[in-house]
């Protein structure tokens, strides 16, 4: 495993670039190999674990996740659009903001669909729930339980403490997880070159996994505030602090990626309703 020791920290300067798409001169350096990512203050933002998913795992799962076929209406800043505020069923306006449409019908003839698997935590609009997604479709979860418990058992072994910290969380609400991992939530985005954004429902002081799949050449995710980019291919695992600005250059071909994580106020749901 090898070891890079960050010496500057650009955190004012990629704040700017937020709603932006990443560009190669973002970055200074690309990881490719196995490698932990240590910040000048001693912070892990990232871990690149190279061919560790066996082909057995992913290539169903691609095959069942690229199904999916929802546009990513709430995702303005990941697809680099504006946001309005969503109009709810009665007339008044929700804490939820959309995608303009007509960036969506863009996104629609370029193929973007997202779907979210697992569970969500409570807001304004609706309390702790499954997924509609996993209700209508269990079969996307259920198939995949081994993806999901080998991504598990990566994160423990890498990044043992920040494993710690979100079992304990989801070891509070055992109802609300899948299987007996520290996720609570699978998120697949396929086709879209994201935008530099944070993730703000994830659990704040702990990893994201994320994994892509599929044909395609490209799609580095770069981590803005650091200058990295990383160059990570069907069969890796990419663990990072979801809270960093990040997104993607552009790639050609068919890309999917799935994002394992926990939802930042899932133990405030207390006995499952599902």
Known sequence: MR??????????????????????????????TDTVVIAPDASIPAVLLKQKIDPALYVPAYELWNTVDELPSNRATAVGSPS????????TLSERRVVPEDVLRVLDEQGVRHGILGYLDATADQPCHKTPLTIARPELLDRNEPLVVRVDELYAQ???????????????VPCWRLWNTAFTT??????????????????????????????????????A?????????????????????HGNLPFE?????????CERRIADCGDCGQ
């Open 3 to 32: 070891t890079l020791l960050l010496k500057h920290d650009y955190k004012e300067a990629a704040a700017a670039l937020k709603g932006q798409h990443p560009a190669p001169s973002h970055a200074d350096q690309t990881i490719n």
């Open 84 to 91: 309005l505020p969503r109009l709810k069923n009665d007339g």
């Open 158 to 172: 890498f990044m043992p403490n920040c494993y710690a910290a979100q079992r304990a969380v989801v070891d509070r």
């Open 186 to 223: 699978v998120y697949i985005i396929k086709k879209l070159r994201s935008a530099y954004h944070p993730d703000h429902g994830n659990l704040r002081g702990v990893m994201s996994a994320i994994m892509p799949m599929g044909r395609f050449t490209g799609g580095e995710l770069i981590l």
């Open 225 to 245: 505030r650091w200058r990295i980019s990383i160059a990570y291919k069907p069969g890796d695992l990419l663990l990072f602090n979801p809270q960093e600005l």
């Open 253 to 261: 071909g068919e890309r999917l990626s799935a994002i394992f994580y």
